[in-house]
């Protein structure tokens, strides 16, 4: 059974960049089966699709985001990351990872517990 | 981008069924996905291709789809489904999209 890991910073300054990382276990990044994704919601908001990322690199980012959002993957540590430039107070909210499973029509099957990021000075 | 619209929220009491609608012009080419939400929570995933359902999830859950809206009923609500739903879908690209959300009371 896959299981996902959140960690990094939970205080980020403005202007600076967010770096997440989620670390799989119980299954592997280099699967060719999944997509791996970031999802955020605001304090008290609906949940916001951020990206994902598949074993071979490809990326798919949100429009709204895709300027400032890079998803990388490190098969190596199991992990794949997010890095959000520029963060504003508006970047706050919890992010979530996720797998997208082809198995279940690349439903959000599996998903970490979440982590708080906030954006203030 | 394209957008999913759900209603902010809805009552029912105990026994009785509920139905959450979600609406998007993609929704008639492309499949949906329900997830439920308890507050602090992760989301979790209760019916995905329009109207599977997952191992585990309570055969009360159910989806549909007709047109431009899909909906997510639960028969026989219990005190225990009291929670946000959202539906999700994505575009022939991959981007996904999410709906508002819709907060469920049972009274």
């Known amino acids: 059974q896959v299981q996902l890991q959140e960690s990094g910073p939970g205080l980020v300054k403005p202007s600076e960049t967010l770096s997440l990382t989620c670390t799989v276990s119980?299954?592997?990044?280099?699967?060719?089966?999944?997509?791996w994704s970031w999802i955020r919601q605001p304090p008290g908001k609906g949940l916001e699709w951020i990206g994902y990322?598949?074993?071979?690199?490809?990326?798919n980012y949100n429009p709204s985001l895709r300027s400032r959002v890079t998803i990388s993957v490190d098969t190596s540590k199991n992990q794949f990351s997010l890095k959000l430039t520029s963060v504003t107070a508006a970047d706050t909210a919890v992010y979530f990872c996720a797998s997208q499973t082809l198995d279940l029509y690349y439903a959000m099957d599996v998903w970490g517990q979440g982590t708080t990021v906030t954006v203030s000075s | 981008s394209y957008e999913l619209t759900q209603p902010p929220s809805v009552s029912v009491s105990p026994g009785q069924t509920a139905r959450i609608t979600c609406s998007g012009d993609?929704?008639?080419?492309?499949?949906s996905y329900w997830y439920q939400q308890k507050p602090g929570q992760a989301p979790v995933l209760v019916i995905y291709k329009d109207s599977e359902r997952p191992s585990g999830i309570p055969e009360r859950f159910s989806g549909s789809s007709s047109g431009t809206t899909v909906t997510l009923t639960i028969t026989g609500v219990q005190a225990e489904d009291e929670a946000g739903y959202s539906c999700q879908s994505a575009d022939s690209s991959g981007t996904s999209v999410f709906g508002g959300g819709t907060k469920l009371t049972v009274l």
């Open positions: 993609a929704l008639p080419k492309q499949y």
């Open positions: 119980g299954g592997s990044v280099s699967s060719d089966s999944c997509y």
């Open positions: 990322i598949y074993f071979s690199g490809s990326t």
